[in-house]
């Protein structure tokens, strides 16, 4: 089964703070662990979690690591994160996507 990574951040108004996370995802890509590593953040940014999980689906990418790019565990990481990724399971048939 293909793998993908999914970096998961909170999003500025700052667009540096994206470009940082980017480039994050891009040293981790070229390493060619995973057959592609996306981002996705929670506010101010695109890709939304959901959108990025789209585009996984669509390379034939069903097995998806999620990391969290946060510096503290605060509301975002104990449940809207949470919450989005049952949401997102429940779109696709039982076992097509594995959130990890």
């Known amino acids: ?7 998961i951040a909170h999003g500025s108004r700052v667009e540096e703070t994206k470009e940082v996370v980017e480039k994050v995802a891009e ?4 390493l060619g662990h995973y ?5 996705a953040f929670m506010e101010f940014n695109d890709p939304a ?3 990025a ?14 990391v969290p790019m946060f510096l503290f565990e605060g509301i975002h990481i104990r449940e809207d994160i949470p919450q989005i990724f049952e949401k997102e399971k429940e779109k696709y048939p039982e076992d097509s996507v594995k959130i990890l």
Not at 27 to 30: D, E, F, L, T
Not at 53 to 66: L, M, Q
């Open 27 to 30: 040293k981790i890509r070229v």
């Open 1 to 7: 089964m293909e793998k993908g990574l999914l970096i």
């Open 53 to 66: 999980i789209e585009y996984f689906v669509k390379e034939g990418i069903f097995e998806i690591t999620a």
């Open 35 to 39: 057959k592609d590593v996306k981002t």
């Open 49 to 51: 979690i959901s959108t």
